[in-house]
C-alpha cells in the first residue's frame, strides 16, 4: 500500500466473497430442505452466515476508506456508480412487479368478476393509514435532506439529530404498515389483488427495512465522526437508497392504493 | 503480533497524554488523512457531543506497516470472528452437501 503510483484501490486479500457465496448456498438449500424435511437448520445457518458476511465485508470498507484513506476521489467515482447501477437493478425489480399488477388489473378476467378491485375484495381506503404512510416518507425525505445539509456545513448536533428524525419515521411507517397488514380484510391467498398486493408492498417493505438500517448505521458512524464535510460517501449512497424507497412507495400509492381502488 | 499491538496501544497513551494536537503525525510520514479534523479549541460549540472522536487513533492503528490484511488489523477480536464465520462456513458447506445428498435418495415405497 505505501508506494502505489496510482490512485486506485487494490484491496487485500478477503474471505468474505467466499463466506458470502457459501451462505447463499446455504440459505437457498435450506429452503428447499424447509420445504420438503421441516428442518430449518441449513437455512438459519446461512442467514446466520450471511449476517456475519455483511458485518465483516462493510466493516472493512469502512476500515479502508475511512481509516486507511484508501476512497480517494477517482475510487469514490467508482462507488457511486456501483450504488447508482445497484439502485437501477432494484428498479427493474419492482418494475417487474408494476408490470404484474398493471396486467391483472387493466384487464381483469371473468374470473375475477370483470372488474378491478375483483368481485370480494374490500380494498384499503387510499385516504387512511396509506396517506399517513405517503406523509411519513414524504417527511423522511426532508429530514434526510435536512442531515445531508448539516453534515456538510459541519453541524454535528444537527445532522445527529435530523438523521434519528428520520430513521424513527422509517420505523413509524414499518409499524404503521404491520398494523395494517395485520388488518386488512383480505390476505396474499386472495387471488391475484392478494398476490400482486402482498407482493409488491411487502417487498417495498423490505426495503424500507434495509434502508432503516443503513440509515441507522450512518447514524452511528456520524456520531464516530466517519464523515467529514466534504467527504461522507457512505451516507450520500444511504440517502440514494433512502428516495429510491420514498419513490417506490409513491407509485405504490398511486397505483395500487389509490387507481386500483 | 502482540508486541506490535502493545506498542500501538502504549503511542496512544502517550499521545493522549500529550493532550489533543492537529493531525500532524509526529513518526511514519505513511500515515496520512482524508481531511484534517477540528481541533478542539477550534470549536465554539460545547467540547464533546456524544463522545469524542477516535478517527485519528484508529487511522494509526490501521496504517501500521505490517503486512497485515485488513480483515485481521485490529487482532484478537478480529481472528475470533473470522475463525467462527469460516468454522460455520466451511461446516455448513459440508452439512449442505450431505443433506442434498440424502435429498437426492429416492423415497422406498
Same mark, same amino acid.
Request: glycine share 8%.
Given at each position: 500500500m505505501a508506494h502505489q503510483?496510482?490512485?486506485?484501490?487494490?484491496?487485500d486479500?478477503?474471505?468474505?466473497?467466499?463466506?458470502?457465496?457459501?451462505?447463499?448456498?446455504?440459505?437457498?438449500?435450506?429452503?428447499?430442505?424447509?420445504?420438503?424435511?421441516?428442518?430449518? @437448520?441449513?437455512?438459519?445457518?446461512?442467514?446466520?452466515?450471511?449476517?456475519?458476511?455483511?458485518?465483516?465485508? #462493510?466493516?472493512?470498507?469502512?476500515r479502508e476508506?475511512?481509516f486507511q484513506g484508501h476512497?480517494?476521489?477517482?475510487?469514490?467515482?467508482?462507488?457511486?456508480?456501483?450504488?447508482?447501477?445497484?439502485?437501477?437493478?432494484?428498479?427493474?425489480?419492482?418494475?417487474?412487479?408494476? #408490470?404484474?399488477?398493471?396486467?391483472?388489473?387493466?384487464?381483469?378476467?371473468?374470473?375475477?368478476?370483470?372488474?378491478?378491485?375483483?368481485?370480494?375484495?374490500?380494498?384499503?381506503?387510499?385516504?387512511?393509514?396509506?396517506?399517513?404512510?405517503?406523509?411519513?416518507?414524504?417527511?423522511?425525505?426532508?429530514?434526510?435532506?435536512?442531515?445531508?445539509?448539516?453534515?456538510?456545513?459541519?453541524?454535528?448536533?444537527?445532522?445527529?439529530?435530523?438523521?434519528?428524525?428520520?430513521?424513527?419515521?422509517?420505523? &413509524?411507517?414499518?409499524?404503521?404498515?404491520?398494523?395494517? +397488514? &395485520?388488518?386488512?380484510?383480505?390476505?396474499?391467498?386472495?387471488?391475484?389483488?392478494?398476490?400482486?398486493?402482498?407482493?409488491?408492498?411487502?417487498?417495498?417493505?423490505?426495503?424500507?427495512?434495509?434502508?432503516?438500517?443503513?440509515?441507522? @448505521?450512518?447514524?452511528?458512524?456520524?456520531?464516530? +465522526?466517519?464523515?467529514?464535510?466534504?467527504?461522507?460517501?457512505?451516507?450520500?449512497?444511504?440517502?440514494?437508497?433512502?428516495?429510491? @424507497?420514498?419513490?417506490?412507495?409513491?407509485?405504490? &400509492?398511486?397505483?395500487?392504493?389509490?387507481?386500483?381502488? | 503480533t502482540?508486541i506490535l499491538i502493545?506498542n500501538i496501544?502504549?503511542n496512544?497513551?502517550?499521545?493522549?497524554?500529550?493532550?489533543?494536537?492537529?493531525?500532524?503525525p509526529s513518526e511514519s510520514p505513511t500515515i496520512f488523512?482524508?481531511?484534517?479534523?477540528?481541533?478542539?479549541?477550534?470549536?465554539?460549540?460545547?467540547?464533546?457531543?456524544?463522545?469524542?472522536?477516535?478517527?485519528?487513533?484508529l487511522q494509526r492503528i490501521f496504517q501500521a506497516s505490517e503486512e497485515i490484511p485488513v480483515?485481521l488489523k485490529r487482532g484478537?477480536?478480529?481472528?475470533?470472528?473470522?475463525?467462527?464465520?469460516?468454522?460455520?462456513?466451511?461446516?455448513?458447506?459440508?452439512?449442505?452437501?450431505?443433506?442434498?445428498?440424502?435429498?437426492?435418495?429416492?423415497?422406498?415405497?
Amino acid at each position: 500500500m505505501a508506494h502505489q503510483a496510482h490512485a486506485y484501490h487494490m484491496v487485500d486479500p478477503s474471505p468474505w466473497p467466499l463466506t458470502g457465496a457459501i451462505a447463499a448456498l446455504l440459505m437457498t438449500s435450506g429452503l428447499a430442505i424447509w420445504f420438503h424435511f421441516h428442518s430449518t @437448520v441449513l437455512m438459519t445457518l446461512g442467514l446466520i452466515l450471511l449476517l456475519l458476511t455483511m458485518y465483516q465485508w #462493510w466493516r472493512d470498507i469502512i476500515r479502508e476508506g475511512t481509516f486507511q484513506g484508501h476512497h480517494t476521489p477517482p475510487v469514490q467515482k467508482g462507488l457511486r456508480y456501483g450504488m447508482i447501477l445497484f439502485i437501477t437493478s432494484e428498479v427493474f425489480f419492482f418494475l417487474g412487479f408494476f #408490470w404484474a399488477f398493471y396486467h391483472s388489473s387493466l384487464a381483469p378476467t371473468p374470473e375475477l368478476g370483470g372488474c378491478w378491485p375483483p368481485t370480494g375484495i374490500t380494498p384499503l381506503d387510499p385516504f387512511e393509514v396509506p396517506l399517513l404512510n405517503t406523509a411519513v416518507l414524504l417527511a423522511s425525505g426532508v429530514t434526510v435532506t435536512w442531515a445531508h445539509h448539516s453534515i456538510m456545513e459541519g453541524e454535528r448536533k444537527q445532522a445527529i439529530q435530523s438523521l434519528t428524525l428520520t430513521i424513527l419515521l422509517g420505523l &413509524y411507517f414499518t409499524a404503521l404498515q404491520a398494523t395494517e +397488514y &395485520y388488518e386488512a380484510p383480505f390476505t396474499i391467498a386472495d387471488g391475484v389483488y392478494g398476490s400482486t398486493f402482498f407482493v409488491a408492498t411487502g417487498f417495498h417493505g423490505l426495503h424500507v427495512i434495509i434502508g432503516s438500517t443503513f440509515l441507522a @448505521v450512518c447514524l452511528l458512524r456520524q456520531v464516530q +465522526y466517519h464523515f467529514t464535510s466534504e467527504h461522507h460517501f457512505g451516507f450520500e449512497a444511504a440517502a440514494w437508497y433512502w428516495h429510491f @424507497v420514498d419513490v417506490v412507495w409513491l407509485f405504490l &400509492y398511486v397505483s395500487i392504493y389509490w387507481w386500483g381502488s | 503480533t502482540q508486541i506490535l499491538i502493545f506498542n500501538i496501544f502504549v503511542n496512544l497513551l502517550v499521545n493522549f497524554l500529550q493532550g489533543l494536537r492537529s493531525n500532524i503525525p509526529s513518526e511514519s510520514p505513511t500515515i496520512f488523512f482524508a481531511t484534517p479534523t477540528k481541533l478542539v479549541s477550534e470549536s465554539n460549540a460545547p467540547v464533546e457531543y456524544m463522545g469524542a472522536n477516535k478517527v485519528p487513533d484508529l487511522q494509526r492503528i490501521f496504517q501500521a506497516s505490517e503486512e497485515i490484511p485488513v480483515h485481521l488489523k485490529r487482532g484478537v477480536s478480529d481472528r475470533l470472528l473470522y475463525r467462527t464465520t469460516m468454522a460455520l462456513t466451511v461446516g455448513g458447506a459440508l452439512y449442505c452437501l450431505v443433506a442434498l445428498y440424502i435429498a437426492a435418495q429416492p423415497k422406498n415405497k
